[in-house]
């Protein structure tokens, strides 16, 4: 079996395999062929990933007979000639705003798997992209925070004066989540956070946050279906802008990060509630790209209203590319290997497999995934 290394497009700094993966695959009796300059944004050289056994070439050679094609951001179809027929896809392919090139991969005769539809199942947990960069995303949202914010987060208490902690209140408390309020309270904050799940009130308090929920309209019982959220009643979110309008004016900095799955992103801070803030906070909406949990947010781009700067985030994981590559990289091995035949030196994908039905997008020549051909 013949792994090929895909070299991303612009924009992409990450890189679908690590020197420990290419390893890993050849220790399963695998050939791994890695596309040149593949790892230079994420700051692995060729060299590298020759030292750990794998063959470097162009494009077209390391698709010549390759029975698995590893990628972080969908390829065009067009750009993948040469492989095995019914060839493995494996990538953040994100299906839904991509469904041409989803048609056009399963057309090329492409098995797409989708690593984003991987089921939040404990089997799957080591082979969950979503997690793995939304727990980088989480920590950069805060780090980004504190170097646009004109003052310092923790206490510091000099000769000159005294140096008042900064306070960060977090909306959304899902992987992203609890990892901002993780790193804000390593950098000496007082941190806040809020979701409507009840779960999480546990899991703020473990993190020495303080919880700010909805108390007299009821939220969603314990961790929620799957553990996402879904559209909240119009009394809740009465609820929840009159808690938010409350608490917000006395923060520095506020961390967005609530989605819910298929839908836009729900709206939590409104323009009024923007004024209300001191000049000089700041906002890092992490759920910029699907909408933005604030109203203003420009996806990608920094921009500033009532003097608050709102950072419409997209993709922070990018800009943690060497260990954003490590975790991805291995969540695709993790998820290979968990299938790997032996005898047949190659992953067997069974079709009743919970992972393969989330994940399996195209099969022989067919789009075959249901929350494709549902839509
Ligand atoms: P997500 O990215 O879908 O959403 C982020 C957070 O926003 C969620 O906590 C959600 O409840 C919250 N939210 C949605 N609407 C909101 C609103 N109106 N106000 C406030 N908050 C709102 O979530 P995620 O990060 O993908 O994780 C969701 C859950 O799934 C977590 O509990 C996580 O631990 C769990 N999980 C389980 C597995 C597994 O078992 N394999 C893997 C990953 C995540």
Redesign the pocket.
Known sequence: MKIAVLKEGAGETRCAAIPETVKKFIALGAEVAVERGAGDCASIADADFDAAGAKLGSRAEVLKGAGIILSVAGPDAASLKGAEKGALLVGALDPLRRRVAIDAYAKAGLQALAMEWMP???R??SM?V??SQ?NLAGYKAVIDAAAEFGRAFPMMMTAAGTVSPAKVFV???????LQAIATARRLGVQVSA????S??REQIQSLGAKPIFVENVAG?EG??A????TE?SPEYQEA?AELVSSHIAKQDIVIT?????GRDA?R?ISDAQLASMRPGSVIVDLAAEAGGNVEGTVAGETVEKHGVKIIGASNLARSLAADASALYARNLYNFLSAFWDKEQGRPVLPDDDEIVKGVRLTQDGKVVNERLTAA
């Open positions: 939040r199942i404990t799957a947990q969950d979503l997690s939304s909306m959304g408390v899902g992987v992203a989540g809020t979701d409507v799940r779960a999480t969603i961790e929620g799957g553990g996402y959220a909240m929840q990060t609530a989605l819910i799955p729900p939590l």
